[in-house]
Each structure stands twice: as C-alpha cells, then as structure tokens.
C-alpha cells in the first residue's frame, strides 16, 4: 500500500453535469467510470463534489452511495454560484496540498480553464494534477497544463446515446410524402465515424521517444517511464485511442510491426524488451524497454 499513489479528488459538478447533458445527447452524468479509471491509477482517500444541489436531487444519491462528500454551494441574489465553487475548490485543494502531504496526485473533474492557475500551482508543489472534462466543453488551455487529462466521454462504461437527427419541417402546408428509405448497408451511419488515430503515426511518436530515453539515460526504458513520457509529450494520450485496451497491448501490437521488441519482464511471462527506432534513409537505432511489474493503462 505505501508504493500506491495516494488521490484527491475534486469535482466541479455543474461543469460536469451540464457537460454531458449539453454536449452528450442529453444524457446524464455517472460517476463510476471516473472512479473505474482512478482506482487503477491510486488509492482515492478524497472525494468531494461542489454545486448548488438543489439543482441535481438525482445526482446527490448517486454520488452519496460513491462515497462521495457533497459541498453545498447555494445560489445567492446577486452573487455568482460558480465562482464561489470554483474559489472554495481551489481553496480547499491547496489546503489538503499543505496539510496532507501524502496525497501525491489530485483529479479536478472540470473543464473549466478558471482552474489551470490551481494546476501549475499544484505541479509546482511536486503534485501530479490529472483533470476529467467532457470533450466538447473542456476550453483548450486546461489539458496542456496537467500530467495527464481523460476525457469523459472516452472513458470505459460510458455510452453516448447516438443524437437525434430532426426532419426539417416546410414552411408551407405540407404534401403527403414519401416516407425515406433505409440507409444503405454499405453507407455509414452519420452518427457512427468517430476519430481515429493513425497507427502509423503512433508507431513513429513510441520509436521517437524510446530512442530518446535510451539516449539520455543510456539503460534500459521500462513500460512505466514510457507511458509518463507520452503523457508529458500528450496529456490526452490514451492507447484505447488507437484500439487497444491496454497499454501492454499497444506495445505488442508495435512489436509484431517490428517497431519494438519486447523481452521478457521481472516477472515470469511479463513482456519487456529492445525498442527500434527507425530513423529516416532506412538506419534502425536499437534501445531496451522493460515492462514494469504492474499493469499499465
């Protein structure tokens, strides 16, 4: 337990909750598979939630049954509900900063860019700061600023209801129509495309940056040191961006492409191994990559 990364974490709930009814179909926010994806990065030993919940009654037994502390922030005359949220979260992650010095990495489940001052303050106390957001309504400058940013809407158990496409109506009295026939089998649902990674280019970012950690330590690279690398590169990275469920299984995945090669681990049947980097004009550079004992996400 004292090798486990001891976890704050901090939600800015109306920033969630409208998030994902605004930008996710209408759809209701669910805390389990924020605390899915934090319970394989470290012990959570605070949860805590600020809104005016009287605004979210469903909400309050969903994250009550999670364990979750709700911080009542009651809507005043003339005063701003959000900003007293997002002043009383910052002041209270500074003080468990302080106060709690084994706490070594705090989640703010926001995507509000109001918070990246609290996030470099927090880094420069030698805290790792993962953020939560909903894709669509995180602003672009809070991601960059973290160790690592996991959009919701990517996360494992979250199901996007696919949006509703409205027939548009005529102005005028409407004649009798011919009801639309169905899709094609072979044409796309306009819903389904979704981004995808390019492979290729991931092959290109992992060799790239295995030879450049062979060539400032000059030992081996393990899986761990690896994946905080990309994180560093990208805070969104995510190998299930690319289709893979684990980070292990992306690193197979390049072996078999002759990207890296793996040897195996510490433990019997843990995969590790040397990592090519192939450089323009057809030179191959060799480096060692070791996985860690644990899993990796």
Not at 8 to 28: K, P, V
Not at 124 to 134: A, E, F, Q, S, Y
Not at 158 to 187: G, I, K, M
Request: aromatic share 6%.
């Amino acid at each position: 337990m004292d090798q486990e990364d001891r976890i704050a974490l901090f939600l800015d709930y109306e920033n969630l909750a409208l998030g994902a009814r605004d930008h996710l179909g209408g759809m209701s926010f669910d805390f389990r598979p924020i605390a899915d994806a934090l319970a394989e990065r470290g012990r959570v030993v605070v949860r805590r939630a600020y809104a005016d919940w009287s605004y979210f009654d469903e909400d309050r037994r969903m994250l009550t049954r999670s364990h979750v502390e709700l911080i009542e922030m009651p809507q005043r005359m003339g005063a701003s509900r959000k900003n007293a949220a997002d002043i009383k979260m910052a002041v209270d992650a500074m003080e468990l900063a302080f106060e709690r010095e084994y706490i070594s990495t705090f989640v703010l489940c926001t995507g509000d860019s109001d918070f990246t001052p609290l996030v470099h303050k927090l880094r420069g106390l030698n805290k790792r700061v993962i953020g939560v957001g909903v894709e669509k309504s995180t602003s672009a400058l809070l991601p960059p600023a973290c160790d690592e940013f996991l959009y919701y809407d990517r996360l494992e158990g979250v199901e996007v209801p696919a949006a509703r496409t409205r027939t548009p109506r005529s102005p005028r009295v409407a004649e009798p129509q011919l009801a639309s026939p169905p899709p094609s089998p072979e044409a796309p649902h306009p819903e389904a495309p979704q981004p995808v990674r390019d492979v290729d280019a991931l092959a290109v970012l992992v060799a790239q940056t295995v030879a450049g950690l062979q060539g400032s330590s000059g030992g081996e690279v393990t899986a761990s040191s690896l994946k905080r690398t990309l994180l560093r590169k990208d805070p969104t990275f995510s190998e299930s961006d690319y289709g893979f469920r684990a980070f292990g299984e992306m690193l197979r995945h390049l072996a078999d492409r002759n990207v890296i090669e793996l040897a195996d681990g510490p433990a019997k049947g843990d995969p590790g191994g040397a990592a090519r980097a192939r450089r323009p004009g057809g030179g191959v550079r060799a480096a060692a990559i070791r996985r860690a004992g644990r899993h990796h996400r």
